[in-house]
C-alpha cells in the first residue's frame, strides 16, 4: 500500500496524531545535501517529507521560498538531477515521500514518464498547486492511479462546501489545509478565525484527513493547527533554519525534536 | 463595443480553452477570484449601464475612434496602400487604456474597493493609475526593481497619479516577476482586490476579457475602412506582441475573415539566436505560465527564461493563449524584428509621416517592408502607442 495511506491510515485519533511534515527545497542550500537532509529529517523523527523541485516562478510561494527556489536553480537543480539523487533514497528513508512543485516542469518531463519515474524512486505522492481539478481528472489522473502516485489538494478558506466534498471525493492520503489566504511564509500566526475554519472542515466529516499548512513556525503553532487536524506542515521556517544552520545532521534532528516537544522538556 | 455574435473557432470556448491553449492553471487561493470573475465577466459586460459608461468614457475620455490614417509617403515607398490605426492618440499614449477602462467598470460593478496590476514598461500601469484617479479607487501597481530604474518618467507619473508602485524584487526583477508580486498580492488580499491584468494573458477569462476590450480596436478599423475604401476587411492586419492584447483587439473582428492576412510581430531583439530575444513562438515550447497553457520561453527543464528586447513591452516570455492558437492552427502569421529593425522603421516613421512611434508598435512597422503586399492591398498597421516614453532610448541614435 502507498505509504501516505498507512500512514493516514494509522491514526485513529485525530488530534492525538500530530503528524509532523517537513518542507524543504531540493538543490538548497547546496546542490548535493537532498540525501542528508532527508537522512535528518527522518532520523529527527518526521512523519512525512515533501522534497520540493525549485521553480522559476512560484506564484504561490512567498519571500523565503522564493529565494530557496532561486538559489536551488543557481546551484544547478533540474528535475533530471533530482532523481539521481533519490536512486537510492528507499535504501535508507521508510517515511512517506512526496514532491512538491509547479506544472510546467512536470509538463516538460512529460506527465506519464514523470510518475513512472516517482513509481521507480519510491515517491508516494505529488503537491502541484497549480495543476487544476478538473485538468487532473481529463487528463492525468489515470496515470497517477497506473504508477499509484498520490495527487495531493489543497483547499483554503475561500474553497466553497461543494468544491471541498468534491475535492474529498477524488483525493487519496489526505487534503493539504491552507491556513489562510495567503502564499506561504505568513507570519500572522493561527487566529481564531482560521481555528473556526479548521473545525468548519472537521464538521464536515469529510473521507480524508486533514494536514495543515502556510503559517506553522514553531511549537506553539504547530501544537494549535495539530489540535484541529491531523497534523502540519513546516515549510518556510525550516527554510530559515536552514539558512542559518552549520551542522545539518544534528542540527535538524533538533530542529524537528522542537515540533513535538515542548520547549521546556527539550531544555530540562 | 458593440455585443459580439461569434463563430466561435478562433475565440474562447466554454471551458476557457482556444484549441489546446488557455484554461486556468492557477493554485486552489486563486480559483474563488477566478471563478467569481468567470462566473459574471459576460454578464457584466452585457448591462446596458456598463456599455453606456463604456462606450462613453472610451469617446469622451480616451479620445475614441481613434483615427485610421492612410500613411501617403509610407504608402509610396512599399507600393501598397497603408493604413496607420493610431491608438497612439488615446489618452495615455497607448492601447492599454481601452482595457483599463473596461476593468475599471468591471471592478466597480464587482464591488471592489482596490486594484492590483503588474506593469513592464509603465505604461499599462499608468493606464490602470490613470483610471483608478478617475475613479477614486486604491492602486498598487508592481514592477521590477530594474524596470523602475529604466522607466523613470512613466514611475513619476504613476506616483502623481496617486498609485502606489511597488518594486518586485524577486527573480529578475521585470515584468515577469511583477507579474508573480501581483497574482501574489491577489492571493493575500480577499475578496475586495481586483487585479488588472495587463495583456491577454493570464489564466482565464483574463485573455478573454482583456481581448474583449481591445476588440474596439478592429471593431473601428471595419468601419473606417469601408468609409475610406469601400471595403470592410483590409488584406494584412500588422501588430506587435508582447503578450499581445494590441494585436488581439486589432484582430479580433477579423478572425472569422480568412482572406485577411493576421500578422503578429514578436521582438527578436538582437537577433532570434544571440541569446537575447523574446521571439517567443520560435524559441518557446507550449508549457504552463501565468496560470495558461500557452506558448513561452523556457529551459529544457520547464524553467522560464529571461526574454530580451530593447522594447519593455514586449521583453515577455509568453505570448497569450489565443496568440498560441494562431500560431499553432496556422491562422496567424508570426515574424519578427529585431531592435536595430525596430529603430530603423521608428525613424522612417518619424522622417516619413511626422510620427514618433513607441518602440513596440516599431517593431509592427518593421515589417512592411517583408510582407509582399501589392499595390491592391490594404495593410493595416496597429500603431499601439506613441514614442514619448522611448525618448531616451531614440536620443542615443540622434547624432
Ligand atoms: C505601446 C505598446 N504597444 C504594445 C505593447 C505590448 O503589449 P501587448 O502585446 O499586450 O499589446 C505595450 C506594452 O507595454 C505598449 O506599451
Given at each position: 500500500m502507498n505509504r501516505i495511506t498507512t500512514l493516514f491510515n494509522g491514526v485513529k485519533r485525530q488530534s492525538q496524531a500530530r503528524l509532523l511534515s517537513i518542507y524543504f527545497t531540493a538543490g538548497f542550500p547546496e546542490l548535493n545535501e537532498t540525501m542528508r537532509i532527508l537522512r535528518a529529517l527522518q532520523d529527527g523523527g518526521v512523519d512525512m517529507v515533501e522534497i520540493g523541485m525549485p521553480y522559476s516562478d512560484p506564484i504561490a510561494d512567498g519571500e523565503t521560498i522564493q529565494q530557496s527556489n532561486n538559489k536551488a536553480l543557481e546551484n544547478g537543480m533540474t528535475v533530471k538531477?533530482?532523481?539521481?539523487?533519490?536512486?537510492?533514497?528507499?535504501?535508507?528513508?521508510?517515511?512517506?515521500?512526496?514532491?512538491?512543485?509547479?506544472?510546467?516542469?512536470?509538463?516538460?518531463?512529460?506527465?506519464?514518464?514523470?510518475?513512472?519515474?516517482?513509481?521507480?524512486?519510491?515517491?508516494?505522492?505529488?503537491?502541484?498547486?497549480?495543476?487544476?481539478?478538473d485538468v487532473y481528472?481529463?487528463?492525468?489522473?489515470?496515470?497517477?492511479?497506473?504508477?499509484?502516485?498520490?495527487?495531493?489538494?489543497?483547499?483554503?478558506?475561500?474553497?466553497?462546501?461543494?468544491?471541498?466534498?468534491?475535492?474529498?471525493?477524488?483525493?487519496?492520503?489526505?487534503?493539504?489545509?491552507?491556513?489562510?489566504?495567503?502564499?506561504?511564509?505568513?507570519?500572522?500566526?493561527?487566529?481564531?478565525?482560521?481555528?473556526?475554519?479548521?473545525?468548519?472542515?472537521?464538521?464536515?466529516?469529510?473521507?480524508?484527513?486533514?494536514?495543515?499548512?502556510?503559517?506553522?513556525?514553531?511549537?506553539?503553532?504547530?501544537?494549535k493547527a495539530s489540535d484541529h487536524a491531523a497534523g502540519a506542515i513546516i515549510g518556510s521556517a525550516f527554510i530559515r533554519f536552514l539558512n542559518e544552520s552549520k551542522d545539518l545532521e544534528e542540527e535538524i534532528e533538533f530542529f524537528v525534536k522542537s515540533f513535538k516537544n515542548s520547549p521546556e522538556t527539550i531544555e530540562a | 463595443m458593440k455585443t459580439i455574435v461569434q463563430k466561435k473557432l478562433y475565440h474562447v470556448d466554454s471551458r476557457g480553452y482556444y484549441g489546446s491553449f488557455g484554461g486556468a492553471f492557477i493554485p486552489e487561493m486563486l480559483y474563488s477570484k477566478i471563478e467569481e470573475l468567470r462566473e459574471n465577466y459576460l454578464s457584466i459586460i452585457a448591462e446596458p449601464s456598463f456599455q453606456k459608461e463604456y462606450n462613453d468614457l472610451?469617446?469622451?475620455?480616451?479620445?475614441?475612434?481613434?483615427?485610421?490614417?492612410?500613411?501617403?509617403?509610407?504608402?509610396?515607398?512599399?507600393?501598397?496602400?497603408?493604413?496607420?490605426?493610431?491608438?497612439?492618440?488615446?489618452?495615455?499614449?497607448?492601447?492599454?487604456?481601452?482595457?483599463?477602462?473596461?476593468?475599471?467598470?468591471?471592478?466597480?460593478?464587482?464591488?471592489?474597493?482596490?486594484?492590483?496590476?503588474?506593469?513592464?514598461?509603465?505604461?499599462?500601469?499608468?493606464?490602470?493609475?490613470?483610471?483608478?484617479?478617475?475613479?477614486?479607487?486604491?492602486?498598487?501597481?508592481?514592477?521590477?526593481?530594474?524596470?523602475?530604474?529604466?522607466?523613470?518618467?512613466?514611475?513619476?507619473?504613476?506616483?502623481?497619479?496617486?498609485?502606489?508602485?511597488?518594486?518586485a524584487t524577486s527573480g529578475s526583477r521585470t515584468l515577469k516577476d511583477a507579474t508573480n508580486e501581483a497574482m501574489r498580492h491577489w492571493i493575500t488580499n480577499c475578496?475586495?482586490?481586483?487585479?488588472?491584468?495587463?495583456?491577454?494573458?493570464?489564466?482565464?477569462?483574463?485573455?478573454?476579457?482583456?481581448?474583449?476590450?481591445?476588440?474596439?480596436?478592429?471593431?473601428?478599423?471595419?468601419?473606417?475602412?469601408?468609409?475610406?475604401?469601400?471595403?470592410?476587411?483590409?488584406?494584412?492586419?500588422?501588430?506587435?506582441?508582447?503578450?499581445?492584447?494590441?494585436?488581439?483587439?486589432?484582430?479580433?473582428?477579423?478572425?472569422?475573415?480568412?482572406?485577411?492576412?493576421?500578422?503578429?510581430?514578436?521582438?527578436?531583439?538582437?537577433?532570434?539566436?544571440?541569446?537575447?530575444?523574446?521571439?517567443?513562438?520560435?524559441?518557446?515550447?507550449?508549457?504552463?505560465?501565468?496560470?495558461?497553457?500557452?506558448?513561452?520561453?523556457?529551459?529544457?527543464?520547464?524553467?522560464?527564461?529571461?526574454?530580451?528586447?530593447?522594447?519593455?513591452g514586449l521583453d515577455y516570455p509568453g505570448i497569450g493563449p489565443q496568440h498560441a492558437y494562431l500560431f499553432d492552427s496556422g491562422r496567424g502569421t508570426f515574424m519578427s524584428a529585431t531592435d536595430d529593425e525596430a529603430i530603423q522603421a521608428a525613424f522612417e516613421l518619424t522622417r516619413f509621416e511626422g510620427i514618433i512611434p513607441a518602440l513596440e508598435s516599431s517593431h509592427a512597422l518593421a515589417v512592411l517592408g517583408k510582407l509582399s503586399a501589392s499595390e491592391h492591398d490594404n495593410v493595416i498597421v496597429n500603431l499601439s502607442g506613441r514614442g514619448d516614453k522611448d525618448m531616451a532610448t531614440y536620443m542615443k541614435y540622434i547624432y
Open positions: 538531477i533530482l532523481f539521481e539523487q533519490l536512486a537510492d533514497m528507499r535504501k535508507t528513508i521508510t517515511i512517506p515521500i512526496l514532491l512538491m512543485g509547479y506544472i510546467n516542469p512536470v509538463l516538460q518531463f512529460g506527465v506519464e514518464n514523470f510518475c513512472k519515474k516517482c513509481a521507480e524512486l519510491g515517491i508516494d505522492g505529488l503537491i502541484i498547486p497549480d495543476l487544476p481539478l481528472l481529463d487528463q492525468y489522473k489515470a496515470i497517477f492511479d497506473a504508477y499509484g502516485i498520490l495527487n495531493i489538494f489543497l483547499v483554503t478558506p475561500q474553497t466553497s462546501e461543494k468544491r471541498i466534498r468534491q475535492i474529498d471525493e477524488v483525493s487519496e492520503g489526505f487534503i493539504y489545509t491552507v491556513s489562510s489566504a495567503s502564499v506561504t511564509g505568513s507570519k500572522s500566526g493561527i487566529s481564531h478565525e482560521m481555528e473556526s475554519y479548521f473545525e468548519r472542515l472537521n464538521a464536515m466529516q469529510l473521507r480524508n484527513q486533514r494536514l495543515i499548512g502556510f503559517g506553522i513556525k514553531d511549537y506553539k503553532t504547530f501544537q | 472610451l469617446h469622451n475620455y480616451v479620445g475614441r475612434p481613434t483615427p485610421l490614417y492612410r500613411a501617403n509617403r509610407l504608402s509610396t515607398k512599399y507600393k501598397t496602400n497603408i493604413f496607420l490605426k493610431r491608438e497612439d492618440l488615446c489618452h495615455t499614449g497607448a492601447h492599454k487604456v481601452n482595457n483599463t477602462i473596461g476593468q475599471i467598470l468591471m471592478a466597480k460593478k464587482l464591488g471592489k474597493k482596490r486594484v492590483v496590476a503588474e506593469t513592464g514598461a509603465g505604461q499599462h500601469g499608468v493606464a490602470t493609475a490613470t483610471v483608478c484617479a478617475l475613479m477614486n479607487i486604491e492602486c498598487i501597481i508592481y514592477m521590477g526593481e530594474i524596470d523602475i530604474e529604466r522607466q523613470a518618467p512613466n514611475v513619476a507619473r504613476m506616483k502623481m497619479l496617486g498609485a502606489e508602485v511597488r518594486p475578496a475586495g482586490t481586483h487585479y488588472i491584468i495587463g495583456s491577454v494573458v493570464g489564466p482565464h477569462p483574463c485573455p478573454d476579457m482583456v481581448a474583449r476590450f481591445q476588440s474596439i480596436i478592429s471593431e473601428e478599423i471595419r468601419w473606417q475602412l469601408k468609409v475610406q475604401t469601400g471595403k470592410e476587411t483590409p488584406d494584412y492586419v500588422v501588430a506587435c506582441v508582447g503578450g499581445g492584447s494590441n494585436a488581439a483587439g486589432a484582430f479580433y473582428h477579423f478572425l472569422d475573415d480568412e482572406d485577411v492576412k493576421l500578422v503578429a510581430v514578436e521582438a527578436a531583439g538582437q537577433g532570434i539566436s544571440s541569446g537575447y530575444s523574446a521571439a517567443t513562438t520560435v524559441l518557446g515550447k507550449p508549457g504552463v505560465l501565468h496560470g495558461s497553457h500557452t506558448i513561452l520561453m523556457q529551459t529544457a527543464d520547464g524553467q522560464v527564461m529571461e526574454p530580451s528586447s530593447i522594447s519593455a
